[in-house]
């Protein structure tokens, strides 16, 4: 189902039916049913995957019961070998919660390019002390600005989430079996279970304690996310609630009228809700417009303050020598001369991606040299995806370079970037780069661009 599609049979079920009035144990539970829901309409356009095989069932239940140990420990091990870049639990003024894919590698390090311009520039200006709290399991050591990774916590977060199975629920889904008769009317196949609003709650609930947990000690006056859309985030944003503390989501890629988790959130309550961040903090007025539209209804609960892609702006203005460095060693790594052509083709996080990408990768001639670039969930299957490629004759593209170096660096050498909805379209335009765009959704959300 295409973007606009999904906005659309959203939006009609907020009109239609107190879906705002959902709750469990009197916390509206709408904002993680709207994700649930927008993950399965998204994923039915790419049910094709790369994948050679899928693992028997009985080893992916082992892998999930020991996917947690393994989180601790990975977590644990590159905090001892990167002593040096990790932060205590301790008194700060902003918290950061940002994730392991966010870091790019500058010279011998790793910048958060999310997180650390601002951080940067609040620890200068304000005097301000910042943690920084980080998820993920492809940590990237050594670490430019020192922090925590969050999975040393993961076994708490279990304890606290099994504590809450024994729990009897107060629910309140008025409307659901009508909406669950609309949506096999019109053939959509999800099944918002009450089983399955339950788990949810109950992850997003175990979160938060954690994060109490944690800010209780840390005492901070504002918190930073990256992509709140997520249960981790979804926790975040209610301990902060809770406490009283101002919540920040900071944009890290393509927003749009037709991103749902920005916007149009049509009938939300006037006290706005509780799981989504205090403020959105957005690279230009076209995104603060969007959330807006809908923010005014929620008597300043959520608000929009443009800020800028403060990442780019470090490479335009190359603050850092370690930028100076990274360019350099783009030219240095594709010999750069006037006779070279590069293409950069972004992809997204499904397989699909690359598949209805191959007819236009066929027509670049062979003289010119492909960037493939993968999006960060693709990451694991980097092998399948080059093989997948040498299989179909591709033999003129770059993977590695390409998905390993800081997107601004590859740009400094791109002619032209071809993609299906990626934000890399605002940061080519940023640089001057035309892009062409090959998919209904990137025509849609990239219209005014």
């Given amino acids: 189902m295409k973007s606009v599609e999904i906005i659309k049979l959203i939006n009609y079920l907020e009109n239609e039916f107190p879906v705002s009035q959902w709750n469990v144990d009197g916390l509206c539970v709408w904002p993680i049913v709207r994700n649930q829901l927008t993950i399965y309409l998204d994923s039915q356009e790419y049910k094709e995957e790369l994948s050679e095989s899928k693992l028997p069932g009985w080893i992916q239940t082992i892998q999930k019961i020991f ?183 900071i944009q890290h890629g393509m927003q749009g009228e037709y991103h749902p988790s920005y916007s149009s959130w049509l009938n939300p309550p006037q006290q706005g809700y509780e799981l989504l961040p205090t403020s959105f903090l957005t690279w230009s007025n076209t995104e603060k417009r969007i959330i807006d539209h809908w923010a005014e209804k929620t008597n300043s609960h959520h608000t929009a303050i443009v800020i800028g892609n403060l990442w780019l702006e470090l490479w335009k203005n190359q603050n850092y020598e370690e930028i100076k460095i990274s360019i350099n060693k783009v030219h240095q790594i594709f010999k750069i001369t006037d006779k070279n052509k590069y293409v950069l083709l972004a992809l997204q996080s499904t397989h699909l991606a690359l598949t209805s990408s191959l007819p236009i990768i066929k027509q670049i001639p062979d003289d010119w040299t492909i960037l493939i670039r993968l999006h960060p969930n693709m990451l694991p299957d980097r092998e399948v995806i080059r093989n997948y490629l040498t299989k179909s004759d591709i033999n003129n593209f770059e993977l590695d370079y390409a998905t390993d170096l800081p997107l601004p660096a590859l740009l400094s050498i791109t002619t032209v970037l071809i993609t299906e909805w990626s934000s890399c379209v605002l940061e080519a335009k940023y640089f001057g780069i035309p892009s062409i765009i090959i998919h209904p959704n990137g025509e849609k959300s990239y219209k005014r661009e």
């Fill in 67 to 249: 996917y947690n140990y393994f989180k601790f420990f990975n977590a644990l091990k590159s905090t001892l070998i990167d002593w040096r870049g990790s932060q205590k639990v301790e008194q700060a003024d902003a918290v950061f919660l940002t994730n392991t894919v966010s870091r790019t590698q500058l010279g011998k390090k790793w910048f958060d390019k999310n997180a650390f311009p601002l951080s940067d520039i609040i620890q200068k200006e304000s005097k301000f002390k910042n943690l920084f709290l980080e998820l993920g399991d492809s940590i990237r050591i050594p670490r430019y600005n020192p922090s925590i990774f969050l999975y040393l916590w993961i076994l708490k977060y279990q304890f606290i989430k099994n504590k809450y199975r024994k729990k009897n629920f107060q629910i309140s889904t008025q409307g659901h079996k009508n909406i669950q008769a609309y949506l096999k009317s019109i053939n959509v196949g999800y099944i918002i279970s009450i089983n399955e609003i339950i788990a949810n709650y109950v992850r997003v609930r175990a979160w938060a304690d954690l994060f109490k947990n944690i800010l209780v000690k840390v005492k901070p006056k504002i918190f930073f996310m990256i992509c709140y859309y997520e249960d981790v985030g979804f926790g975040a944003n209610l301990a902060c609630k809770e406490m009283g503390i101002t919540s920040c989501d």
